[in-house]
C-alpha cells in the first residue's frame, strides 16, 4: 500500500518546510572545507533525489546540519518534524562529529610519522620501504574506524545513505573550487564510501566519488588518463554513435524493442583494468562501450543473439549476470565484441528494472526509508525490518570486501542484531553469552537463555551474521562455572571470559577474607584482646589495612601463631651470665639430633620444627631463635619466617638438614599440611583419602569447611621427604571436581 502525506502527517510537504527550518540557521555558515552549509545541503537533497531517496529523506539532510546550531535539537526537531525526524538527524550528526575526529587524528598521525621520516632522513638512519606510501598508510588507519563507524550507526539505514550523499558533494565542491580536500578525505571516500556505494549498487556514486577521489589522491595518472580520452574523443564518439544507430535499427527489424546509449567512460575504473591486467590505454574495451535497455529478460537474451550475430565476439569475455546475480542483486549481460576494423568495445544489455537498480541501488526500492522506529502507516514492522536485514547483508559483504583486499583484517569478526536492531560486533563463533557480555556485564551474569531470529537455542550455540539475538535473563545470580570451561563452548570472547573470571575471584576473595575475619577474631577473644583494633593489629603486622591482614590469614599466607606471637608481650632480657651467645654456621654434624630430626645445631641448644609450614626434608630451611624455645625451623618461604626476618633479623641463624633416620635406626617422619580447594560433591572426601592410601601415606589430620558448595580441605600426613608431597598433590589434582592443590 502506498505511503501517503495524509497518512504521515509529520511528512507532508516535509522537504519544504525542513528547508525553511534550516535556512536562517545555515545561510551565513560554512562548513570545515568552507562550503557554504546550506549550499551542501541543497546538493545532498539533490543527489538523494536522484537516486531515489524520498523526499521524508531529502528532507532529513537539511535537519542533519540544523542540528549542530540548535541547542536542543533531539526536542526542538521532535517537536517541529516528529521523533523520526529528529533521531535521524540527532544520529547522522553524532556520525559527522565522530567521522571528523577520527580524520583529524588519522592525519596527526601521519603528519607524525611524515616528521619522523624526515629526522630520519637528516640522522642517515635506515628510510621505510618506499611501497609504503602515505595515502596506503592512512587507508589502513582509516578504513577500519571508518567501517566500524558505519555500522555502528546503521541501525538507522538511512544515515549511511545520507554520509555518502554528503561525501559526493564534498569532493563535488573541491572539484569546482578548485581545492584540495587532502588524502584523508579524498582515500577515506575511495577506499570506504565508494566501495559502501558499490555494495548497496548505488553505481551513480560509486564511478562519480572513485574518478573524484583518485583525482585527488593521483592527480598526475588522473589528468594523464584524461587526456588520452580526449585526444581520441571525437573519433571515439563518431564510432561509437555510427555503431549505436546500427545495432539499434538492427535490434528494431530482429523484433527486439531496445535503446540503446552509450556508456559514461570512468577513468578511475579504466587505470584499474590498466593496472590489474597489466594492458595498455587502447586495450581496455570499456573505453568504447554502449548499454542496451529491453524490455524483459527474455528480450535481454533475444539482444545478445543479435550482437553477437552482428559483431565478433571476443573469447572469454562474456558474464551472464542475470543467471549469476552479483552479491549485491546487480543483474546484466556483458559482453565484448569486435567489429569489421578490429576495434573492440563493451556491450551491456540489461532491463529497465535492472538498470534502476545498478543506478540507484538499494534507494530505488528501499522500504525502511519510509519507516520509522515505530514504522509509519502503510508501511508493516516486518516489511520495514526485513529492509533493514537486506541492506545489512550488503553491509556485511562490503565489509568483508575491504578486509579481503588487504591482510583479511576483519575475516574473524561477526555482526548480529539486538532485538531493536542495533548492531553487535563480536567474534568469530561468538554465542549468546558472549553477546550478553558485550551489551553490558550485568546481562551476562544473569543470561539464562537465548533466542536467535525468536528460536529458543542453547546458549554455547555460535551466532551467524545478521542474527537477531534475546536475551533471557534472571532477576539476579551470577555466571556459571560451566562457561569457563573451553572444551563446552560458551564463551570465545576475552572480554566476556575476563568478566566471568573476575566475578568467580570477587566471590571467592569475599569468602576468603570472611574466613580470615572469623579466625583473626576468634584469635582475639582467645588471647583476650577483642578492645585491640584491627587496623591497629594490621599495621602492627606491617599489614597496609585490616582487609589486607584477613586476606593473608584467609589465604593461609599468614599464620595465627604469628599473630599470637605479634600479640604476646617481650619475655624478660636473661641475665648477662646466661645470654645466648653469638652462633655462627656450625661444621656439619657437630650438634645433636633433636626429637628424630638431624639439624645443625650448636652444642645442646634444643630445635623444634615450625607448626606453620611444617618443613621436611630436602626443603630448604633457616632458623629462627625463640625466647625459652630454642630454635625454630622454617621454610624459607614460610610468610610467618618473612614476617620475624623483618622484625628481628639478629635472631636468625642458619641451619640446614643432616641426617635421616631416628636413634633406632628407622626413617624419620614429617608432618606435612597439604591445602585442597574443590567443587564440593558426594564422596569427595572419600576420593582424596584414597589417594593418599595408595601412595602409602599415613593421614594423621583432616581439617574441611564447605562455603556455597566450595570445599577447604587441610590434610596433615606424614611423609619421610617432601618430594613424595609433590607427587602425592600432582594425583590429588586429578581428582573430580579437585580445583587446587598446594602445599600450606
Known amino acids: 500500500m502506498a505511503v501517503t502525506a495524509a497518512c504521515l502527517p509529520h511528512q507532508a510537504q516535509a522537504l519544504l518546510r525542513a528547508r525553511a527550518f534550516a535556512e536562517p540557521l545555515l545561510a551565513s555558515e560554512r562548513l570545515d572545507t568552507g562550503e557554504n552549509i546550506l ?61 571528523r575526529q577520527a580524520r583529524l587524528k588519522a592525519a596527526e598521525v601521519l603528519a607524525k610519522k611524515e616528521v619522523e621520516r624526515l629526522a630520519a632522513q637528516e640522522q642517515a638512519l635506515p628510510m621505510p620501504s618506499p611501497s609504503k606510501q602515505p595515502v596506503s598508510e592512512l587507508a589502513a588507519s582509516q578504513t577500519e574506524n571508518v567501517r566500524k563507524m558505519l555500522l555502528a550507526f546503521s541501525r538507522d539505514l538511512r544515515v549511511v545513505m545520507l554520509r555518502l550523499a554528503s561525501r559526493l558533494q564534498t569532493l563535488r565542491f573541491y572539484a569546482a573550487s578548485k581545492g584540495d580536500p587532502g588524502p584523508a578525505l579524498a582515500s577515506e571516500a575511495l577506499h570506504v564510501f565508494a566501495p559502501l556505494a558499490n555494495r548497496l549498487g548505488i553505481w551513480q556514486i560509486k564511478w562519480e566519488m572513485e574518478d573524484l577521489a583518485f583525482r585527488f589522491l593521483e592527480p598526475r595518472t588522473y589528468k594523464k588518463v584524461a587526456k588520452q580520452l580526449d ?89 551472464d549476470y542475470i543467471a549469476k546475480p552479483k552479491p549485491n542483486g546487480y543483474q546484466s549481460l556483458h559482453t565484448v565484441v569486435r567489429d569489421e576494423e578490429g576495434r573492440a568495445f563493451e556491450i551491456q544489455i540489461r ?43 550488503q553491509l556485511l559483504a562490503w565489509e568483508r570486501d575491504l578486509s579481503g583486499s588487504g591482510a583479511a583484517l576483519f575475516d574473524d569478526r561477526i555482526y548480529v542484531l539486538t532485538p531493536d536492531a542495533a548492531i ?9 553469552v558472549d553477546f550478553a557480555y558485550s551489551v553490558h556485564t550485568d546481562l551476562g551474569h ?31 545470580g551470577g555466571p556459571s562455572r560451566d562457561w569457563l570451561n573451553a572444551e563446552l563452548g560458551y564463551l570465545v570472547s576475552h572480554r566476556a571470559k575476563s568478566k566471568v573470571r573476575a566475578w568467580f575471584n570477587a566471590q571467592a576473595m569475599e569468602e576468603t577474607v570472611a574466613r580470615g575475619r572469623e579466625a583473626v577474631e576468634k584469635l582475639l ?29 584467609g589465604k593461609d599466607e599468614l599464620s595465627l601463631r604469628a599473630i599470637e606471637t605479634h600479640l604476646r608481650p617481650p619475655e624478660p632480657a636473661a641475665p648477662a651470665g646466661d645470654a645466648v651467645p653469638w652462633l655462627k654456621k656450625p661444621r656439619r654434624g657437630s650438634g645433636p639430633a633433636s626429637a628424630g630430626v638431624l639439624v645443625v645445631g650448636v652444642g645442646s641448644l634444643m630445635t623444634q620444627l615450625a607448626k606453620c609450614c611444617k618443613p621436611a626434608p630436602p626443603d630448604e630451611i633457616g632458623g629462627f631463635i625463640t625466647r625459652g624455645k630454642g630454635v625454630s625451623v622454617h621454610r624459607v618461604d614460610c610468610p610467618d619466617f ?21 636413634g633406632d635406626g628407622q626413617a624419620s617422619v614429617y608432618p606435612v599440611d597439604v591445602a585442597v580447594e574443590a567443587q564440593d560433591r558426594h564422596g569427595l572426601l572419600r576420593d582424596i583419602s584414597d589417594v593418599f592410601a595408595r601412595e602409602k601415606m599415613n593421614v594423621i589430620g583432616v581439617q574441611t569447611q564447605t562455603v556455597r558448595g566450595v570445599a577447604w580441605m587441610t590434610f596433615t600426613i606424614e611423609v619421610t621427604d617432601a618430594r613424595q608431597v609433590a607427587r602425592a598433590m600432582s594425583v590429588v589434582g586429578d581428582v573430580p571436581g579437585v580445583r587446587e592443590v598446594r602445599r600450606k
Not at 532529513?60 to 526542538?76: D, G, I
Not at 540503446?260 to 574495451?285: C, E, T
Not at 532491463?351 to 525502511?368: L, N
Request: charged letters at 25%.
Open 39 to 99: 549550499e551542501h545541503a541543497d546538493a545532498v537533497a539533490e543527489i538523494l533525489r536522484q537516486i531515489g531517496g524520498s523526499e521524508a529523506m531529502q528532507a532529513a539532510a537539511y535537519l542533519v546540519y540544523a542540528c549542530e546550531h540548535l541547542n536542543r535539537p533531539q526536542e526542538v526537531i521532535a517537536k517541529a518534524f516528529g521523533e523520526n525526524f529528529a533521531a535521524l538527524a540527532v544520529e547522522t550528526t553524532k556520525l559527522v562529529q565522530l567521522q
Open 231 to 319: 585526444e581520441k574523443r571525437v573519433e571515439r564518439e563518431t564510432h561509437v554513435e555510427q555503431v549505436r544507430q546500427t545495432l539499434e535499427r538492427d535490434l528494431l527489424r530482429a523484433g527486439v524493442e531496445a535503446a540503446v546509449q552509450g556508456r559514461p567512460k570512468h577513468i578511475y575504473s579504466i587505470v584499474k583494468k590498466m593496472r590489474g591486467k597489466a594492458l595498455d590505454f587502447d586495450q581496455v574495451f570499456d573505453i568504447r562501450a554502449l548499454r542496451v535497455i529491453v524490455p524483459h529478460v527474455d528480450a535481454c537474451y533475444a539482444a545478445l543473439a543479435q550482437v553477437h550475430a552482428q559483431f565478433s565476439p571476443v573469447a572469454q569475455e562474456f558474464d
Open 351 to 393: 532491463t529497465q528494472a535492472m538498470h534502476d537498480h545498478a543506478e540507484h541501488g538499494v534507494a530505488a526500492h528501499w522500504a525502511y526509508k519510509e519507516a520509522g522506529a515505530k514504522g509509519y502507516a502503510g508501511v508493516s514492522a516486518s516489511s520495514a525490518y526485513d529492509a533493514k536485514i537486506a541492506v545489512l547483508r
Open 424 to 432: 553487535v560486533e563480536l567474534p568469530q563463533g561468538a554465542t549468546a
Open 446 to 476: 544473569r543470561c539464562r537463555g537465548a533466542r536467535l531470529d525468536g528460536v529458543m537455542v542453547q546458549l554455547n550455540t555460535p551466532l551467524q551474521n545478521g542474527q537477531t539475538v534475546e536475551i533471557n535473563a534472571a532477576k539476579e
Open 525 to 553: 577473644q582467645r588471647e583476650g584482646r577483642t578492645a585491640l583494633k584491627l587496623e591497629d593489629l594490621a599495621t602492627g603486622m606491617g599489614l597496609d589495612s585490616a582487609q589486607a591482614l584477613f586476606e593473608q590469614v
Open 642 to 662: 618473612a614476617h620475624l626476618q623483618r622484625k628481628s633479623p639478629d635472631r636468625l641463624i642458619e641451619v640446614q638438614w643432616t641426617g635421616g633416620a631416628q
